[in-house]
């Protein structure tokens, strides 16, 4: 069952400006990670959070956390041709090891 | 290495076949997964191995029958089946402790076409 919902399901932008994705998900977890997936190929960890922590920096990536709310925020900053791709949100919850992966955003970047 | 390879990339096959997926890590992780992704769809987990051993298998039909030779190998065998079990079946791998849940390393995927 798809736990995570994401928002917008896609998202076109000029190379240069920043991408800013929602996830929202449903019951409690112990981390969230967001993945990225060029068309058809397999997915490439991004960042992981944990439950305790509200933000997360890597390179041009920021990541934000609000467990009251039960959403997590992906910024990418100074976007580029290359970060078009699908990026996907996951929660573990009861199971350590069982990601369920949100519906995902598909980005565009226009050069 | 820091790579999780897949084989074959590509893989058509009729409804009577029999056929294997074939997966392999060396990063020496203890936790092992299949997953199913459809078009526009996100990736679905079908089963999961820890040390080896079927830990979570989310109802997948018996059609698909996982293994799990050693701590480097994962298989998925498939027999019988249907038009719409065609997707992208990817496999991962990720430490496995008591600490917490980590990152998953993905493969690039076979590509299924059921005829």
């Known amino acids: 069952s798809q736990q995570g919902e994401e928002d917008p399901q896609a998202l076109s932008i000029q190379e240069g400006e920043n991408a800013t994705m929602n996830c929202s998900y449903k019951?409690?977890?112990?981390?969230l990670q967001w993945y990225r997936q060029n068309s058809g190929r397999g997915l490439v960890h991004l960042i992981l959070?944990?439950?305790?922590?509200r933000e997360k920096h890597s390179g041009r990536l920021r990541v934000t956390l609000d467990t009251s709310k039960k959403s997590s925020s992906l910024l990418i900053t100074a976007s580029r041709a290359a970060d078009t791709a699908s990026y996907f949100c996951?929660?573990?919850?009861?199971?350590?090891?069982?990601?369920?992966f949100g519906a995902g955003t598909i980005l565009r970047v226009k050069s | 290495d820091t790579e999780v390879t897949q084989t074959p990339k590509h893989l058509v096959m009729g409804m009577t076949n029999k056929k294997s997926l074939k997966c392999e890590q060396h990063?020496?992780?203890?936790?092992m997964y299949w997953y199913k992704q459809k078009a526009k769809k996100p990736p679905e987990l079908m089963f999961v191995?820890?040390?080896?051993?079927?830990?979570i298998n989310e109802s997948v039909p018996s059609r698909f029958s996982p293994e799990c030779p050693n701590s480097s190998l994962l298989n998925l065998h498939l027999h019988a089946l249907q038009p719409e079990d065609s997707a992208l079946y990817l496999c991962?791998?990720?430490?496995?402790?008591?600490?917490?849940?980590?990152?998953?390393?993905f493969g690039p995927g076979t590509r299924l076409t059921v005829t």
């Open positions: 991962a791998s990720s430490p496995q402790d008591n600490r917490g849940t980590y990152e998953q390393y």
């Open positions: 019951t409690s977890i112990n981390n």
């Open positions: 959070i944990r439950s305790n922590e």
């Open positions: 996951a929660t573990d919850g009861r199971y350590g090891n069982k990601l369920v």
């Open positions: 990063m020496g992780h203890r936790a």
């Open positions: 191995y820890s040390y080896e051993k079927l830990s």
